[in-house]
Nanobody, 127 residues
Framework: VQLQASGGGSVQAGGSRTLSCVVS????????MGWFRQAAGKEREIVAG????????YYADSVKGRFTASRDNAKKTVTLQMNNLKPEDTAVYFC?????????????????????WGPGTQVTVSS
């Protein structure tokens, strides 16, 4: 399984960016997907997650109401729409796949549950 995220870049506070992650592998619809970020000097944290069928999502309190995660199982793609960006959103963003999550659980939030990670894409928000 390989993941490749794109869409990072620089934006002014209040602006928007859309991150996309394309996933290889034939069983994408069975993967829980997460978006994580790591700011300089800080630990990696989950930003958003979306369950296998897309029927459940999770958002960190810091991004709730501003970020939206979605997935297209036919295109094997997950997207993170980020609106009203703030300087504290500056970080390297990673998409990750949880290939072991079962249907009844659908979505897990801890980074250790995610088996495959993309290389990350930098998002920089200036004030």
């Amino acid at each position: 399984v390989q993941l490749q995220a794109s869409g990072g870049g620089s934006v002014q506070a209040g602006g928007s960016r859309t991150l996309s992650c394309v996933v290889s592998g034939s069983s994408f619809s069975r993967y829980g997907m997460g978006w994580f970020r790591q700011a300089a000097g800080k630990e990696r944290e989950i930003v958003a997650g979306i369950a296998r069928s897309g029927d459940r999502t999770y958002y960190a309190d810091s991004v709730k109401g501003r970020f939206t995660a979605s997935r297209d199982n036919a295109k094997k793609t997950v997207t993170l729409q980020m609106n009203n960006l703030k300087p504290e959103d500056t970080a390297v963003y990673f998409c990750a796949a949880d290939v072991r999550v079962i249907q009844s659980v659908g979505l897990r939030l801890n980074a250790a549950s995610y088996d495959y990670w993309g290389p990350g894409t930098q998002v920089t928000v200036s004030s």
